[in-house]
């Protein structure tokens, strides 16, 4: 493997310092077998659960570890941060803790949920201002304040001593096995814990692999190693928001371009499948973030069998009300929602015909938007339709298609098919 280019590189002396410095806020999460993956992957597989964390994410290392960090003026200048929920909850519950001021801007798409936890960590020592529509923008707006009214910003993730916060992970997951590692699984928003999990295992266990794991829609850690640069990406899908950054922390991309073993996306749909199944089958609940690396395995199936690997699971900051998009993006994923435009004959018994003679016995209409046209032979109508197997989409086109109904088949037209999910 090549030698490092970049200035920065955190060290086991300052990740160990680092660990003693959060000591009394951050808790040493378990790491738990998964008897339910380890049978499907044959292979050992464990899970760092963070998302037990005492703000439900990781985040709280590298917040605490670079805000205890500053000098007294700093602190009584108070702090300002940006971010999409977790970093947010991190750095609130800091302020509260060690008594200052912070200023929390989070884009205006976060979900409630997390504004309101990141109030109730923060409580009288926080405000939070939303603004813009990525986490770029909010980071963006206040580093401004923090030139004009001379606080102190705390990256999530492109700052030594929160890479170093994070890296504590890679500590504790070494004490915690008594057998060598082959895999570590991670996510990579900013890239933030990779970095700090690449610290601490070439110090502790220098054959462990360290895969980062994205999201499709937001593949800016991909992007920059294929260009051997560190590249904004402009148009991301927001969904995983937890880990969607148009562009990575500079020396998280020095570090991981050097020290991960490997980088790949996972589909957003696969992810929220994998939320469902932990819920379902494990009882974990977990935000799109935290699944990423579970996500991950399928791909990576085969070169996992018969090994120990490590999922990190990050996070479990979800909110409820965003159910009904998780289970609409699996079920597409998973080539079970289909929608079309129907066209229905102006004519008593037309949708009796449909849902008699076109639909088979385990579909399913789950949406339906249709005006009367009076002065029109065929009126159209959205329909979405929910099937038990994949195999009955071709028959289920062919029915609508004989029997004249079939209009076009939305799924396949991303322009029209933004304004149904």
Do not use: W
Request: charged residues 25%.
């Amino acid at each position: 493997m090549s030698t490092i280019t970049t200035t920065y590189f955190p060290e086991l002396e300052d990740i160990q310092k680092a660990a003693t410095s959060i000591k009394k806020v951050a808790m040493v999460t378990p790491l738990m077998n998964s008897i339910r993956y380890s049978n499907r992957y044959d292979a050992n597989i464990l899970l760092k659960r963070e998302d037990i964390q005492r703000v439900r994410s990781y985040k709280i290392r590298g917040a605490f570890n670079k805000i205890s960090s500053l000098s007294k003026e700093q602190l009584k200048q108070g702090v300002v941060c940006a971010s999409a929920g977790n970093h947010a909850q991190g750095v609130a519950f800091a302020c509260n803790h060690l008594g200052i001021k912070g200023t929390i801007y989070m884009p205006s798409v976060t979900p409630k949920q997390k504004v309101e936890q990141t109030q109730m960590f923060g409580g009288d020592f926080v405000n939070i201002v939303l603004e813009g529509d990525t986490f770029d923008d909010s980071s963006k707006a206040a580093m401004q304040v923090c030139k004009t009214e001379g606080k102190t910003f705390v990256h999530p993730f492109d700052d030594p001593k929160t890479i170093e916060g994070q890296g504590t992970i890679g500590l504790e997951i070494f004490k915690q096995v008594d057998v060598p590692i082959d895999y570590i699984f991670v996510a990579i928003g900013g890239g933030g814990l990779a970095s700090g999990l690449c610290g601490a295992m070439k110090a502790l266990s220098p054959k462990t692999k360290i895969i980062g794991i994205e999201p499709q829609g937001a593949p800016s850690m991909l992007t920059s190693i294929q260009n051997n640069k560190n590249t904004e990406i402009f148009d991301i899908d927001k969904f995983i928001d937890g880990a969607a950054v148009q562009k990575v922390g500079n020396l998280n991309f020095e570090i991981c371009k050097e020290y991960l073993s490997d980088m790949f996306t996972v589909p957003e749909g696969l992810v929220c499948q994998t939320i469902l199944d932990l819920y379902n089958r494990d009882a974990i609940v977990v935000e799109p973030a935290g699944a990423l690396t579970l996500a991950a395995l399928e791909f990576y199936k085969e070169k996992i069998k018969g090994k120990n690997v490590v999922c990190i699971v990050s996070g479990s900051n979800n909110d409820i009300t965003r159910t009904a998009e998780i289970k609409e993006r699996a079920l597409l994923y998973a080539n079970l929602k289909h929608y079309f435009i129907v066209r229905f004959p102006q004519r008593a018994g037309a949708l009796k015909q449909f849902v008699g003679k076109v639909l088979g016995p385990n579909d399913d209409i789950t949406h339906f938007e249709y005006s009367k046209k009076s002065s029109r032979e065929n009126a159209p109508a959205v329909v979405g339709i929910e099937l038990k197997d994949e195999k009955d989409l071709e028959p289920l086109i062919k029915r609508m298609k004989a029997l004249n109904f079939f209009g076009d088949y939305l799924n396949d037209k991303p322009d029209l098919f933004q304004f149904l999910i």
